[in-house]
């Protein structure tokens, strides 16, 4: 890591503004990562950008402890609990305890900690659990996945977005109905209307439609462009906000 941070070309109308080596001095929760925070002026403007260096097995540790949260809900890479109370927690540091003996080849070290961490039958449970890493698959969305995904409001923008697909990553099995998932989000975003128990449920998929059409033209503008997304012709899409009553 040090090697690498020497090598780093940092302009001259750069500055150091924040420093911290949590591999020399590890987080509570074990995570090690050396952090630079960098000030520059571009036109006119004090701007900042984070450099963030590990190696291959801090890497490893921090994005397993991501993974796990996403499988098990367990919020322990943000969450402002005291992560030592739980199995979890303890389970990580000592892992990355492992991990930084193995990077200074205290190998001897390594060894005991682990056959010390594998008399728990609750971390037995917790490195079972993330064995089931081994069977992520890549995923291919098709043309029809993606419009619906693009039909969605993401109120959480690119970071919701980003939580959705690790989560249907790591959960994906062969033979999942992938549009279906989707789908489901798409009504989650719409439950206020199918609460409503006073519409009709053709009024409700009327509402629905009403409201996907209308994002769309807001974000593409003009039928012409929409049509294609919902995969129907310019003049059906057009007839539709007609009885809908969209202004165009």
Request: hydrophobic share 40%; net charge positive.
């Amino acid at each position: 890591v040090s090697e690498l941070l020497e090598k780093l070309l940092i302009g001259n109308n750069c500055q150091l503004k924040y420093n911290k080596d949590y591999i020399k001095s590890p987080k509570k929760d074990g995570y090690r990562s050396l952090h630079k925070i960098f000030t520059f002026n571009y036109e006119n403007k004090n701007l900042n950008f984070e450099i963030q260096i590990r190696t291959k097995l801090q890497h490893l540790w921090s994005t397993t402890v991501e993974i796990y949260d996403l499988i098990e809900y367990k919020n322990l890479k943000s969450g402002s609990f005291n992560k030592l109370k739980t199995w979890e927690g303890l389970f990580f540091k000592r892992c990355s305890k492992v991990m930084e003996n193995f990077e200074k080849e205290d190998f001897i070290s390594s060894k005991k900690l682990v056959n010390k961490i594998f008399t728990f039958k609750k971390y037995i449970k917790i490195f079972e659990r993330l064995k089931t890493i081994k069977s992520i698959k890549n995923i291919n969305l098709l043309k029809d996945e993606m419009k619906l995904l693009k039909m969605y409001n993401w109120p959480g923008n690119l970071k919701e977005l980003e939580n959705f697909l690790e989560r249907l990553v790591v959960t994906y099995n062969d033979g999942d109905d992938i549009k279906a998932i989707i789908k489901s989000m798409l009504l989650l975003e719409y439950s206020d209307i199918l609460a409503n128990q006073n519409l009709s449920l053709k009024e409700m998929m009327q509402k629905i439609e009403k409201n996907i059409i209308i994002k769309l033209l807001n974000q593409y503008g003009t039928v012409n462009k929409v049509a294609p997304i919902l995969g129907i012709s310019q003049p059906a899409l057009s007839k539709k906000c007609k009885v809908l009553k969209i202004l165009k």
